[in-house]
């Protein structure tokens, strides 16, 4: 039996701890700079109270 298909692989490029570097209202268009470990999703815009989503 050979060992193909049962490691983990050769690696590859590795996805990052987040992604997205602005934060945008959907709404009114406000954007501010994403906060390393906190979702957009979970802050509010100031200006409207909407949450917030990646961009």
């Given at each position: 039996?050979?060992?193909?298909?049962r490691?983990?692989?050769?690696?590859g490029?590795?996805?990052?701890?987040?992604?997205?570097?602005?934060?945008?209202?959907?709404?009114?268009?406000?954007?501010?700079?994403?906060?390393?470990?906190?979702?957009?999703?979970?802050?509010?815009?100031p200006?409207?109270?909407?949450?917030?989503?990646?961009?």
């Open positions: 039996m050979s060992g193909r298909g490691g983990v692989g050769l690696g490029q590795r996805r990052g701890a987040g992604g997205r570097e602005t934060c945008i209202c959907p709404k009114c268009g406000y954007e501010t700079p994403h906060i390393r470990g906190v979702p957009c999703i979970q802050q509010k815009c200006k409207c109270g909407s949450p917030l989503i990646g961009k």
